[in-house]
Structures are given as C-alpha cells and as structure tokens.
C-alpha cells in the first residue's frame, strides 16, 4: 500500500473508532459491553476498506519508452 493512501485511512479510522466510543458510551448506555466492542471494530474495519476504496492512489511511475523513429540516421 502506498504511504500516501496511508495518510488518509489511518485518521479515518481512528476518528471513526472515536466517535463510535463516544456515541456508544453516552447515548446507548443500555447496549452490552462485548456488542460495542464488536460494533466498533466493524465500524473501524469497515471505515478502512471504504477510504481504501474512495480516496486517491499514486499510479506507479512508469518511464516513458524510448522513441523507436530513427528519421535521421548520421552516417548513412
């Protein structure tokens, strides 16, 4: 992967792993302990594949081939 995209998902996921704690903890009290940790590793993971999708990737640096027309040829 390319470090570019890297710098994009990464924060991603954190913020969303963050704000899912947050919402979690303070407006769905009611909701077991093990079911939000499993909600917010699938909101993270998921947050992950979809940035990985969504935001630029650096194509690889291909070099330009060398011309092949030899119109003036020295010599000849």
Same mark, same amino acid.
């Given at each position: &992967?390319? @470090? $570019? $995209?890297?710098? +994009?998902? #990464?924060?991603? &996921?954190?913020?969303?792993?963050?704000?899912?704690? +947050? &919402?979690?903890?303070?407006?769905?009290?009611?909701? =077991?302990? !093990?079911? @939000?940790?499993? #909600?917010? #590793?699938?909101?993270?993971?998921?947050?992950?594949?979809?940035?990985?999708?969504?935001? *630029?990737?650096?194509?690889?640096?291909? *070099?330009? *081939?060398? =011309?092949? !027309? !030899? #119109? !003036?040829? @020295?010599?000849?």
């Amino acid at each position: &992967m390319e @470090k $570019r $995209r890297l710098k +994009f998902i #990464i924060p991603t &996921m954190v913020i969303v792993a963050v704000t899912a704690i +947050f &919402m979690l903890g303070k407006y769905y009290a009611d909701v =077991p302990s !093990n079911h @939000k940790v499993l #909600i917010v #590793i699938s909101a993270t993971l998921l947050s992950g594949v979809l940035a990985h999708g969504l935001f *630029p990737h650096d194509d690889e640096e291909v *070099p330009d *081939p060398k =011309p092949t !027309n !030899n #119109i !003036n040829k @020295k010599g000849k």
